[in-house]
């Protein structure tokens, strides 16, 4: 009794494992019934048929990374080039990955290589290393049609290095030494004709701010002699008017012809020191009665004693 109770218990133990099935996080089980797909298992505990239900694959659901093997690409131009990547996909359909191709892996893996060559070769050399992410988003749009089949989803494609030959290295290489040769004599010239700009700029701001000056100094002068002008026509303006009313007082008019008379004789003195020729009016009356006029203005000038 006790031998059948141990065999038994072994065959419930032994049932029991193969009817339990506890599937991890992020992972999926497909299930086959009697050889056939019957399902797929997710994460958790998972109960099934002992030795009729087999967990034929097991999948991860988590993001893979997946090593392109490095390959030879023709250019457009006809330029061997090196090339080498990374694709980063996830299993979405257990039962079409486990079913869909014997190997959704090399599948993929051959896919990407095949469009890469395809993508690169459309491309000029110079062109595949300005347009990486063009190349990226052509591989990846690529493996997305093909790759729902195999029931995987192809998340990126990063290219990790483009190694062209030797020779074409060397010849980049020149190429960008005298392109920043170029640059920097481009550079210094720029900087010789901003620094004449500059001085061209300094020598005609000075001219102006010169000829600025001058002109100022000349309003200035001009506005000087204006008021000068002015003044001096104001203050002969003025002693007119003093004479005016001078000649206008009583005794004004005989002052006047008291000094045109004194002029007048001064006039004759100075014309008989200065020239050897004696000089005579043609009119001696007139001289005669203009020394006559004097004499009585000076006469009537002289203050009178008192008495006489």
């Avoid at 959704?104 to 896919?111: E, R």
């Avoid at 029931?151 to 030494?177: C, F, H, N, S």
């Avoid at 003025?238 to 007048?264: F, M, T, W, Y």
Wanted: glycine content about 4%; proline content about 4%.
């Amino acid at each position: 009794m006790l031998e059948t109770a141990l065999i038994i218990l072994v065959i419930a133990i032994v049932f029991t494992v193969q009817a339990v099935k506890v599937v991890p996080q992020q992972s999926a089980w497909v299930l086959e019934r009697l050889g056939k797909y019957h399902g797929t298992l997710t994460a958790g505990l998972n109960i099934v048929l002992p030795f009729i239900d087999k967990v034929a694959y097991k999948h991860s659901l988590k993001e893979v990374p997946l090593d392109v093997p490095s390959q030879v690409c023709i250019t457009k131009d006809n330029t061997q080039l090196q090339v080498d990547g990374i694709l980063y996909f996830q299993v979405t359909d257990a039962m079409r990955a486990s079913y869909g191709t014997s190997n959704y892996i090399q599948a993929i893996s051959q896919l990407a290589q095949t469009t890469l060559r395809s993508v690169v070769g459309k491309m000029e050399l110079d062109k595949t290393f300005e347009e990486r992410d063009m190349i990226n988003t052509a591989v990846v749009a690529a493996l997305d049609e093909a790759a729902p089949n195999w029931g995987v989803k192809v998340l990126r494609y990063e290219i990790k290095d483009l190694t062209p030959p030797a020779e074409i290295l060397r010849a980049m290489q020149q190429q960008i030494t005298a392109e920043r040769d170029k640059r920097a004599r481009i550079a210094e010239s720029e900087g010789r004709k901003q620094e004449q700009i500059n001085l061209a700029t300094g020598e005609r701001e000075a001219y102006i701010a010169k000829s600025e000056g001058e002109r100022q100094a000349q309003i200035n002068q001009a506005e000087g002699e204006a008021i000068a002008i002015t003044s001096v026509a104001d203050a002969t303006a003025d002693a007119i008017r003093k004479i005016a009313q001078a000649i206008q007082s009583p005794g004004g008019q005989d002052a006047v012809n008291l000094k045109v008379a004194e002029r007048a004789v001064d006039a004759f003195a100075q014309l008989a020191q200065k020239n050897n020729t004696m000089i005579v009016p043609s009119n001696m009356s007139e001289v005669s009665s203009l020394i006559a006029t004097s004499m009585a203005l000076i006469k009537n000038a002289q203050p009178q004693r008192p008495g006489g």
